[in-house]
T-cell receptor, first 110, second 117 residues
Framework: AQRVTQPEKLLSVFKGAPVELKCNYS??????LFWYVQYSRQRLQLLLR??SRESIKGFTADLNKGETSFHLKKPFAQEEDSAMYYC????????????FGQGTELSVKP | GAVVSQHPSRVICKSGTSVKIECRSL??????MFWYRQFPKQSLMLMAT?????????EQGVEKDKFLINHASLTLSTLTVTSAHPEDSSFYIC?????????????FGEGSWLTVV
């Protein structure tokens, strides 16, 4: 079964602290993994995906197929990072159909 | 740039009535659109895949007679909540992918808040 699990509903850190948002997945095949961010009162937007292996706004995520994980990391959190973060997966040739995790609310305190 | 637009952004309807939500792809044609439902600070649950010119594909547990989806053109999909009840109150989001590009071009609408009173 296809599933994305984000175990933390809320993650609260202080500004400048490292942050790691956990994501584990279950998929029979080779999925594409994504992180989406939803700032308050704004639409969902793509943060990064595992294929591109790039860093966006200081965030990185590495796909670990052995542990079926795709944790999102940032070494120094900023207040403007406060938002809802969703891990999602899509199978190849699924045309954009995404399965989302439960979401983690990141709160960065000053 | 490519944008997906939803209308209305907020709607209140009486219990028992039907309400239609539109999802439009701007600047690109989308043969496939997706409808999600989201409860506050919870995950997006995929409801159905809207296919241009053919029937929508519904996820398990989603009532197709209650959530009617029509994808009559390459830029418009509509979700009609029929005989709405208070438990249908939710945030509905659509997405579309620009087929000319890859998976990093899945665009989301701004969402539509439905309140059934």
């Amino acid at each position: 079964a296809q599933r994305v699990t984000q175990p933390e509903k809320l993650l609260s850190v202080f500004k400048g602290a490292p942050v790691e948002l956990k994501c584990n997945y279950s998929y029979s095949g080779s999925p594409e993994l994504f992180w989406y961010v939803q700032y308050s009162r704004q639409r969902l937007q793509l943060l990064l995906r595992h294929i591109s292996r790039e860093s966006i706004k200081g965030f990185t995520a590495d796909l670990n197929k052995g542990e079926t994980s795709f944790h999102l990391k940032k070494p120094f959190a900023q207040e403007e990072d406060s938002a809802m973060y969703y891990c999602a997966l899509s199978g190849y040739n699924q045309g954009g159909k995404l399965i989302f995790g439960q979401g983690t609310e990141l709160s960065v305190k000053p | 740039g490519a944008v997906v637009s939803q209308h209305p952004s907020r709607v209140i309807c009486k219990s028992g009535t039907s309400v239609k939500i539109e999802c439009r792809s701007l600047d690109f044609q989308a043969t496939t659109m997706f409808w999600y439902r989201q409860f506050p600070k919870q995950s997006l649950m995929l409801m159905a895949t809207s296919n241009e010119g053919s029937k929508a594909t519904y996820e398990q547990g989603v009532e197709k007679d209650k959530f009617l989806i029509n994808h009559a053109s390459l830029t418009l999909s509509t979700l009609t909540v029929t005989s709405a009840h208070p438990e249908d109150s939710s945030f509905y989001i659509c997405s579309a992918r620009d087929p000319a590009t890859g998976l990093d071009t899945i665009y989301f609408g701004e969402g539509s808040w439905l309140t059934v009173v």
